[in-house]
Structures are given as C-alpha cells and as structure tokens.
C-alpha cells in the first residue's frame, strides 16, 4: 500500500469516529479527530504521484470538508477550488461547490461579526428567488416554520416523550424553547432564530435538554439528509416516528434547485 492510500484511509477511519463523536455530542472529542483526520488527509495529498484527476478531485473534496470540519474557511475553499480545478466529473464537481458554498456562509458570519450563540440558528436563503433582502414569502416562511417544526420534535425526543401524532405541543416546551427570529439583514435574506425567552430555565427540572444539544442535533439532521445519508441517523435517531419526521421536515427545509439553491 502506497503512503499516499495509508494516510487517506487513516483520516477516513478518523473521520467516521468524529462523526460518531459530533452525532453523540462530545464536540471537543469530535474536534481533536476532525484536526487529526485532516492533517492525514493532507499527507495524503502531498504523497500523491501522477495521480489521475478523479483521485486528486475526491480527495481535495474531503480535505476541504474535513477543513471546514476543523473551522479553517480559507484552507477549505483553497482546497475545494483545487479540485475544481481538476477538471472532475459532474457529480464530484457539485460536491466541490457545496463545500465551497458552505464555507463562503461561514465567511459571510465572520466578514459581517456575526457569532451564533449556543441557542441560535442561521438561516439564509439564495437563489433566482432571493435579492438584495427580498426572498419569496412562501420559500421563505414555510423553511422558517419548517425548521421550528424539526427543533420543536426533536426537544419531544430528547425529553423522552412519546411521538406526538396531533395536537401542539405541551405548554412547558413552547415556553421552554420561545423562539425569535431576527429581522432579514440588508444585502442578504438571512435570519437568526433564536431559542429561549430570556427567563431562567432549569432543564434538569422540567426534565429538558440544553438549547445546545437540540441546535447540534437539527445541525445534523440537515446535514446527513443534504449529503443523501440520512441512514446514518439511525444512531442519533433510533425511533422511527421520529426519525421519518425528521427526515422529511429537512428535506422540506433544504434548496429546491430552482427558486432557492
């Protein structure tokens, strides 16, 4: 086995242990193994000779997801514009441009000051149907009430209730969780929603769990159904009712591919 394949398949391995990390909720474990894996799949990269275009263009592909795992923006789009420039298939080039686009909205956060606290969400929209602050209201509201939707379910689960087939759901939640959702800002259609009413909240009391851990657990979900393998929820998600709600409130959310991309 070449060097180059060596490194590759270590940060592969080490990779999969930091999804099953972040998917558990030890995000500083999660962290360490993401650093780990992408300075394996750098190595890997610079051990490689002649490689043939689809080799160099998969693996900047993972490098530059791997980067952005690690919150390194500039290293990430380095690395997706590299293998762009690789000349790759379709299918691998679309993926270049989602890592791309991912940490262009990440730089779109740091360019403007903008720090998610614990208990909020970015929203953006982009697109034919989007402009300078202007989005079309039904992309727009029905993502907003979509993603409230999945947060409100997934506080359901983590608090052990049983799946709600009708009705709203209980006072104590709605309270707990008393979303806002921020003004548009100007030159963009991107919003923040944030969790929590303000008021003191003790979840070890009413038996729910931290803001954090419902953010990270939405942040996944979309992330799994986006990348086409909502089968690895099986482990964050083992509860089918849940699980299939799960999966189609994030497909609800995620781009058309027309109006909003």
């Known amino acids: 086995m070449s060097r180059s394949r060596a490194s590759h398949d270590r940060a592969m391995d080490l990779a999969f242990l930091a999804d099953r990390s972040k998917a558990a909720g030890n995000l500083d474990e999660a962290r360490g193994l993401y650093a780990q894996a992408l300075e394996s799949e750098l190595a890997a990269l610079h051990a490689l000779r002649d490689p043939t275009p689809m080799t160099l263009a998969v693996m900047h592909r993972s490098a530059a ?5 690690c919150d390194d923006i500039r290293l990430s789009e380095k690395l997706a514009s590299a293998g762009l420039a690789a000349d790759p298939p379709p299918d691998i080039a679309d993926e270049l441009r989602e890592v791309w686009e991912q940490a262009n909205f ?12 614990d208990n909020e969400i970015e929203l953006t929209l982009s697109g034919p149907g989007v402009g300078l602050g202007i989005a079309e209201w039904t992309a727009y509201r029905t993502r907003v009430d979509d993603t409230l939707k999945m947060i409100t379910r997934i506080t359901e ?6 799946f709600r087939r009708r009705g709203p759901p209980e006072t104590a939640i709605r309270d707990y969780l008393s979303p806002h959702v921020s003004l548009p800002r100007a030159a963009s259609y991107s919003v923040s929603i944030r969790l929590g009413s303000g008021q003191l909240h003790l979840p070890g009391v009413l038996d729910l769990p931290e803001l954090p851990e419902v953010i990270h657990d939405f942040l996944t979900i979309v992330e799994k159904v986006n990348g086409s393998v ?5 482990e964050l998600i083992p509860d089918d009712s849940y699980r299939r709600n799960a999966v189609a409130l994030a497909k609800q959310i995620a781009p058309d591919g027309a109006s909003i991309k």
């Open 65 to 69: 997801w791997l980067a952005l795992e």
């Open 106 to 117: 990440h730089r779109h956060l740091q360019t403007r000051g903008l720090v998610l606290a």
């Open 157 to 162: 689960r983590r608090a052990e209730r049983p």
């Open 230 to 234: 909502e089968d690895q929820l099986e």
